[in-house]
């Protein structure tokens, strides 16, 4: 009897079908090839982390958004029965990884030991988070992040986003635009524009919204949050300057200028210099843009900043940074570091709809048949022999009608079927079948391997 | 300051440092070659199920095992300020994958338009259990998971097997035996040694333990439940007769002399006849070895079982069989299915202790030194020329001593160390050190990535 269940994925979490699973780890092998060229190494950290280390990592909404796993056996009993008041907190203890970044933090603490002095790491896993589902938006989702912890030197940055350049270059992104800011530039344009200090976060955070609410929309926000119009229309006037420059030579000179005597100001725009002069021996070079607009909302950013760009596609593909005082937050001391969260399901959707998909592998590209029961011991050892050749194949497990079979070798896409019956068993050849063209022909059973190797193309 | 915080990952699981992350690969990427040459596509579900999917379905002690994911905001807020009393039902309606079977079941009733007639598809993904870790014992592990749902053919069984055979052979488990029996001839073993049917689980479950508590313990078991000292000898007469079988069709021969008589043993019989038959002309025919004392203690299976044992070692590296009663259970209809479960983490285990891992790639094979501020464009053109001709190459970040810089290379196990300073940058040159020879050369920069790939013997 059929139990009436809701059989589809829970709300915000997807089914990955063999399709949707190859053109993921078509992007994932991507990134993992090119991480790797650069020295990066895998990282992988567990699904649930201790509340202790995740709560009071991502600010007060974050906190609210995190998956709590219940109490289990006594400690849950014991809870419930006590008979006092409960608190969320008397529930659980440990959560799902949010992020990336956090358990990062945490295995540099715990196994500094065994980790190289620069730890170049990639990890590619997913996070949950009890947001609402939107479009493009999931509770469990994909992030691959890429850091190198353990130098101050702005040849990591280099090193990064010449890494990231390769990927959306071998991804097929040549027109993604890697736009580059810095936070100390914006401080200094922040504190050019006659903003007080303490409304910069403020209006980073105001800034980094330019995007979706358009220059009238972060005046009015800043102005609602205290800032003088005079100040919010100096800060957007320097913000737009990126704009109207022709190069990000012309663009820093302009800046430069805008930020003069702010000490924040000027090494910001020190600091960019320096890496683009690097960036032009790297990779990087054909896809960083300065944009002194680019603010991204996250605090904890110390030195450049950057965010991926498509043309025509609103939000970004991913973001990153230097941040010098996170990774060493479990031990008590400064570790720089600068990394980049690439946005898998983002980079999906887009690649979808521009087609910028290869061909990948389907199913199986021979088809086994099984024409009757009597020769079954051959059809396996043809199986066998095609598999062993490196041919991808499926063997039809019911001995059917014929023609049952062909149509199922066709629409699961198989390109070629293959089959003994007792005439061919008898003759020692085996029949080949090509789906395409419907072209069929006999081959002896020691030549199949080759002979199939060839009308696949593969000869 | 140092919060005093825990670093350790969360009891029973843990952090896979980039030599942990190769060696499981290694292993993955054996099982997703072998599985799709054989046809099998790959599937994903999501970490998160709904309780009413996953309770039920793994008996009591199984669903007290299931992580249960605490409610949040307003639901959460609700049920505690109810002012009743408050049971664990209240406080969750979703929990952790507990295993890949249930999804697939989920995702068979939910998916079936969409998939093939015959679902051959593997997965590879972590559950989770909330058991009391010990060694090899984990609260998130993988699954390797491999079926093929819709067909009754002993075919099915002979592929399932024969895939898990190359696995095995490519992993470099030649002697890797696959026991092989099957829940009717069982059925028959009971019923011929005079257990009454209504003890059968019972008698099967004790079986089961035949390799951990020895022939004496389950005659213990089997009469503290209920069963006569002469049926239990009987029953374990015949689970032994493996013990002394020269062949399996000498031990069939012998079985079916036993099971004379009972409908469920003969056809048992029968169909490791047919099955031994097919499997002669494929590649599980090196391992299949047939054991009347396998039980497996999963009441699900419904035809042939199996189990893969290695020399010395106790319990097995994976089991699985046939359960066609399983997969239709959300759709309310008889849907047939084989498949099989591999350990991931007791393969890594004896792997490790064997030393059975093939050199597995590193960090970066050519770490680019930096010897001046002055030469950074050049370097960093070095090392992406490297990068360029498929050479991992690591870039040491900081203008330190060159000494140093050289022995944190050795340290990372980069094989070649390469710099370029004003000298060679005049020259035109770079300077190569193979650092297990302390032999340095000078290359011209155009012919450097050809030199390295010949000093790395990639020529």
């Excluded at 109207?244 to 600091?271: C, I, W």
Aim: aromatic share 6%; proline share 4%.
């Amino acid at each position: 009897m059929a139990q009436k269940l809701n059989t589809a994925p829970p709300k915000g979490s997807r089914d990955f079908l063999p399709g949707d699973v190859r053109r993921r780890e078509h992007v994932l092998s991507v990134v993992r090839r090119v991480y790797s060229r650069y020295g990066f190494e895998p990282l992988e950290t567990p699904t649930m982390e201790r509340l202790e280390t995740l709560l009071g990592k991502y600010g007060d909404e974050g906190d609210q958004l995190i998956f709590r796993v219940l109490h289990r056996g006594e400690t849950l009993r014991s809870v419930l029965a006590a008979g006092k008041t409960i608190e969320e907190r008397d529930l659980a203890d440990s959560g799902l990884r949010y992020d990336l970044t956090v358990p990062l933090a945490r295995v540099y603490a715990e196994h500094q030991a065994e980790l190289p002095r620069f730890f170049k790491r990639y990890q590619i896993q997913p996070v949950w988070r009890a947001d609402r589902p939107a479009k493009g938006r999931f509770r469990e989702f994909y992030q691959c992040d890429v850091d190198i912890i353990g130098s101050d030197s702005l040849v990591c940055e280099v090193e990064v986003t010449s890494a990231l350049s390769e990927v959306l270059d071998e991804l097929g992104f040549k027109d993604a635009v890697i736009r580059l800011n810095h936070r100390d530039l914006l401080s200094g344009l922040i504190e050019a524009s006659g903003i007080p200090k303490e409304l910069e976060i403020t209006a980073i955070t105001a800034l980094d919204k330019l995007d979706k609410i358009g220059a009238e929309g972060v005046q009015k926000e800043l102005e609602g949050r205290g800032v003088t119009t005079a100040a919010a229309q100096a800060l957007l006037q320097k913000a737009a300057l990126a704009a109207t420059a022709t190069s990000n030579d012309s663009l820093l000179a302009a800046l430069a200028e805008a930020v003069k005597g702010s000490t924040a100001g000027e090494k910001g725009v020190a600091e960019l210099r320096q890496l683009l002069a690097y960036a032009a021996s790297a990779p990087c070079r054909s896809h960083l843009k300065v944009d002194a607009s680019l603010a991204r909302g996250l605090s904890y950013y110390t030195g450049p900043i950057f965010e991926i760009q498509v043309p025509d596609l609103a939000g970004s593909l991913g973001g990153g940074g230097r941040y010098d005082n996170l990774i060493g937050m479990f031990l008590g001391r400064r570790v720089p570091a600068v990394g980049f969260s690439l946005g898998l399901e983002r980079i999906l959707v887009v690649m979808e709809e521009r087609k910028m998909f290869p061909p990948l592998d389907a199913g199986a590209e021979v088809m086994v048949l099984r024409v009757e029961e009597a020769t079954t011991p051959e059809t396996l050892k043809v199986a066998s022999a095609l598999r062993a050749a490196g041919i991808s194949t499926e063997l039809y497990p019911n001995v059917d009608k014929l023609g049952r079979q062909f149509q199922y070798a066709a629409e699961r896409g198989a390109k070629l079927a293959v089959f003994i019956g007792a005439r061919e068993r008898d003759a020692g050849t085996v029949a080949v079948k090509v789906l395409a063209t419907q072209q069929q022909s006999e081959q002896k059973q020691p030549e199949l391997a080759r002979a199939v190797l060839g009308l696949l193309g593969r000869g």
